[in-house]
């Protein structure tokens, strides 16, 4: 079936309920698993690699759920009232409400981070069967610590904790890129590289050698602590943080193969 218009899903309660848009594509062949997309920060659901993740999953006959982040694309709520948790709580939210059977998450950058997160807490609330598997491309795992706190100036960090926030220019958006305290702060209740990460399932890394965003050795540092589950890492040479030219969407659909085919 072709990819239903957006429409909105209620998350959370009152005073913090917001709308949540999503796309859903239904699976031509019920056995098939589903696909989940999980976008970075300040992306969406319509972006490049999205969208030719839809076209693929419509070739495939496999199902394909995905949404915009509150703050994000069309759903509801303020880019500055997000959090991790927050971003999280709707993950897992949509994935249980509108999705079924196992499901393949494929995250980008931020949307990496919260694919591993999701897994975790599905297998904490013995869901783990509902995920079969996690593409990650560029995965900034951490990156409200080790990639933004511990690499802004003194009056940067000054500037987020005694006035809330901190902006600076974005390399993808008119709009400037928004950190604040909470964000900071809420994001180290779900740091992942202290210790060995179970994901309970396969893991395929894509990660460019030219990402100023995300660099590779932080990658490296995500294999290193896969423990226990089989996990396999591609590195792009001349590929940079966005992945989604003809020749990286190519590596991502044929990992995305391998696994369907695997189930």
Not at 86 to 114: F, N
Not at 127 to 152: K, M, Q, S
Not at 162 to 169: I, K, L, Q, S
Request: charged residues 30%; aromatic residues 6%; proline residues 5%.
């Amino acid at each position: 079936m072709s990819d239903e218009e957006p429409r909105m899903f209620m998350v959370g309660n009152p005073p913090n309920q917001r709308g949540i848009a999503f796309r859903r594509r239904w699976p031509a062949r019920s056995e098939a698993p589903g696909l989940v997309w999980l976008c970075g920060y300040r992306s969406d659901m319509e972006s490049t690699k999205a969208s030719a993740l839809d076209a693929e999953a419509a070739r495939l006959g496999l199902g394909l759920l995905r949404f915009d982040y509150s703050g994000h694309g069309r759903s509801e709520g303020r880019l500055e009232d997000g959090t991790i948790s927050r971003w999280l709580e709707e993950t897992v939210a949509i994935i249980r409400a509108e999705s079924q059977g196992p499901q393949i998450l494929l995250g980008s950058s931020m949307g990496g981070w919260l694919a591993l997160l999701t897994a975790r807490a599905l297998q904490e609330a013995r869901e783990g069967g509902r995920v079969l598997g996690l593409i990650l491309i560029a995965p900034a795992v951490d990156f409200t610590e080790a990639l933004i706190w511990e690499r802004l100036p003194e009056d940067a960090r000054r500037a987020i904790m005694e006035e809330g926030a901190w902006r600076r220019p974005s390399a993808y958006s008119d709009e400037p890129d928004c950190f604040t305290r909470a964000l900071i702060e809420d994001g180290r209740e779900h740091l992942l590289f202290g210790g060995m990460i179970r994901t309970g399932c396969p893991t395929v890394v894509l990660q460019g050698m030219r990402d100023d965003d995300v660099p590779y050795a932080h990658a490296l540092a995500l294999m290193e602590r896969l423990g226990g589950d089989p996990a396999t890492l591609t590195l792009i040479r001349d590929g940079d943080h966005r992945l989604s030219r003809p020749q990286d969407l190519e590596l991502l659909f044929d990992a995305l193969g391998r696994m369907a085919e695997a189930r």
